[in-house]
């Protein structure tokens, strides 16, 4: 099953376009550079949630269940 994609245009300044570039790694698109981004903050987000369900959550061995 094939998805089409729509386009559609974001309005960054040119300062921020030209960081967004610099980042981008040879042969990527913006949208590469984009998803690459959303993904590593994705996965930011969900090891400071385990970090912090595991510093501030009491546990209870398995032994003592």
């Known amino acids: 099953m094939a998805t089409t994609r729509q386009a559609t245009t974001i309005a960054l300044s040119h300062a921020t376009k030209e960081r967004l570039r610099k980042l981008a790694e040879k042969g990527e698109t913006y949208e590469d550079v984009v998803l690459r981004l959303i993904d590593s903050a994705a ?3 969900m090891d400071e949630r385990w970090n ?3 510093r501030d959550e009491v546990f209870t ?3 003592d269940i």
């Open 43 to 45: 996965k930011r987000a």
């Open 52 to 54: 912090r369900i595991l």
């Open 61 to 63: 061995p398995l032994e």
